[in-house]
């Protein structure tokens, strides 16, 4: 008979966009098997995540950051998870308060203090303005589209419409994004890799914060933004050069610690 292998993981949320955490310093995980990623973060016959993180080690820095997306491949900047993985880093007792690490869209640095994560993002230097909408990475593509009544907006349809339609197999995430007044916005998002909506997308919150500055719709370089998962917060410096200095700012959250075998 064979013999199982068992995997310990923990479960955190950042805004209702939750991952696999594997604490992956001494190499366990079978990093090239996508279908094993699908699997745990399957929520019908795995665990069940918007993605999956692995937590390693880094020759220069605190750690690095390892990201695959629902679908298994391996993908690029998540916010949300980055500032999870700050969160799981200090309860390892890899950090204390402060943190720097490396992920695939190069290093960050991050604060840590009674379950608010601040993340610093990558500058911003090129938007691209569309009909209704702008373009930017911010670690990862998105397209940011103002509407209206977003709450009945059909966020699966309208965004895997344009995900593909308007960008092809490579894709964009989609944000369609309202204002709430107050210099405040709500966003919901459709994120390529998860391929649906999630409850919160940390770049995308990004993107959104600093495309409505871009189209003058908020003139404050601190802007909240409001998630179907709860709320972030963007600030920035902002110059001739583009946006520098970007920080996201929220709550993250352990869930639970478990273990699965395979």
Known sequence: METKKSLIFYKYQGTGNDFVMVDNRNDIFPKSDTEFVAHLC????????????????D??????????????????MCGNGG??????????????????????????????????????????????????AYFLDTGSPHHVQLVNELQNLDVFKEGSRLRYGLYGEKGSN????????????????????????????GTGVT?????????????????DIETQGGNLQVRFTVDTTGYSNVYLKGPATQVFKGEIQW
Do not use: Q, W
Request: proline residues 2%; negative net charge.
């Open 83 to 132: 500032r999870c993985l700050v969160a799981f880093a200090n309860f390892l007792g890899v950090i204390a308060s402060e943190a720097k690490f490396n992920a695939v869209d190069g290093e960050h640095s991050a604060t840590v203090e009674a379950g608010i994560v601040e993340l610093k993002m990558g500058d911003v230097t090129e938007i691209k303005t569309k009909p209704n």
């Open 42 to 57: 399957h929520r019908r016959f795995g665990i069940g995540a918007d993605g999956l993180i692995l937590l390693e080690n």
């Open 59 to 76: 020759p220069t820095l605190d750690f690095k950051m390892v990201y695959y997306n629902a679908d298994g491949n391996e993908g690029s």
């Open 207 to 223: 993107a959104t914060a600093i495309a409505m500055h871009k189209a003058g719709k908020v003139s404050a370089n601190v802007v």
């Open 174 to 201: 989609i944000n369609f994004v309202e204002s709430i007044g107050n210099g405040a916005f709500a966003v919901r998002t459709y994120e390529r890799g998860v391929e649906d909506e999630t409850l919160s997308c």
